[in-house]
Nanobody, 124 residues
């Protein structure tokens, strides 16, 4: 079992930055992929970024490439999502998820473990 807890959401203005954190506890293995997803009201859950735990390879959605960065801290079992140049369309609940897999995983239903989500609101 893996438990995930997100934090760091909030209300910011367009152009601001925010860093989300995902604390992972329980059994993690080297081939774990940790991803960030987001869901706006009335919309499908959308892939944002993911990282392969063992070698830190990353993959991003086109909509956030160049603005967001996903990193992990092995010693603290933390995954971060640094979000820069935020736009109103980035407003959503952001979820951290994990699955044992190799390579980028962009389909939400593939992920086995989910956090409770953290709200990000970007005002114009």
């Amino acid at each position: 079992q893996v438990q995930l807890v997100e934090s760091g959401g909030g209300l910011v203005q367009a152009g601001d930055s925010l860093r989300l954190s995902c604390a992972a506890s329980g059994h993690t293995v080297s081939n774990t992929v940790v991803g960030w997803f987001r869901q706006a009201p009335g919309k499908e859950r959308e892939f944002v970024a993911c990282i392969q735990w063992i070698h830190e390879s990353t993959y991003y959605a086109e909509s956030v490439k160049g603005r967001f960065a996903i990193t992990r801290d092995n010693a603290r079992n933390m995954v971060y999502l640094q979000m820069n140049s935020l736009k109103p369309e980035d407003t959503a609940t952001y979820y951290c998820a994990a699955v044992e897999a190799w390579g980028p995983v962009v389909i939400a239903s593939t992920y086995k473990y989910w956090g409770q989500g953290t709200q990000v609101t970007v005002s114009s």
